[in-house]
């Protein structure tokens, strides 16, 4: 009898540890970070509007690193080719006032163009970038570096404040954006900015 009291003692301690444990798992941040976890982990992430995501043709790079060496600031990386514009501009790593008296401006806290995330270029309205308003969606941008040619099709042209940092954030395929003072006959310190966001749809 005492043999089955202990077990029965050990039994119910037990199952209240269980439930204690359960109770404390699923009200903190460990359980919405498991869940997170298991649901990138499976490819289950669903659009926040409850549909189904829409699968997406992407490019990726061929090599896992397209750079073996990375550029040091103010080093020319390549050229941004906008056949729109017949147009083909020198590109360097940097976005101080050095950088973008040369030219394009790549954005060094930004990926490199052909990589997978954000690729970041920037320009002066009143130099490199002064006829980019005539591009827009379904243009092409190329992009020509030591990795190879890079190929984006636009897909979105937006206007921002001057001072909105969602230009920069990562994305999650490559994707390259160009960005430049708004508007382009304005006198002074531009208040926006002109935004082009293109997918990678080819490389050679």
């Not at 430049?180 to 304005?186: I, K, N, S, V």
Request: proline share 5%; with cysteine; aromatic share 8%.
């Amino acid at each position: 009898m005492k043999k089955r009291s202990k077990s029965r003692i050990v039994l119910l301690t037990l199952s209240i540890a269980f439930i204690l444990f359960g109770v404390w798992f699923s009200s903190t941040n460990v359980f919405t970070f498991m869940k997170g976890y298991l649901i990138f982990k499976t490819g289950q992430i669903e659009a926040k509007e409850g549909k189904k995501p829409v699968e997406q043709k992407q490019v990726v790079p061929k090599k896992d690193n397209l750079y073996p060496e990375r550029p040091r600031e103010g080093d020319n990386i390549g050229n941004l080719i906008i056949p729109k514009l017949d147009a083909s501009l020198p590109i360097f790593h940097g976005t101080d006032e050095e950088e973008l008296e040369k030219g394009v401006g790549h954005f060094a806290k930004s990926v490199l163009p052909g990589e997978n995330d954000n690729s970041v270029l920037s320009g002066h309205r009143d130099t490199v970038f002064r006829k980019l308003g005539d591009v827009g969606k379904g243009d092409l941008l190329i992009v020509e570096t030591s990795a190879g040619t890079f190929t984006y099709k636009v897909k979105k042209v937006r206007i921002v404040d001057k001072d909105d940092r969602t230009v920069i954030v990562p994305k999650r395929k490559a994707t390259l954006t160009v960005s430049t003072c708004y508007p382009f006959d304005f006198i002074g310190a531009s208040p926006e900015r002109y935004i082009l966001v293109a997918d990678l749809i080819s490389q050679k």
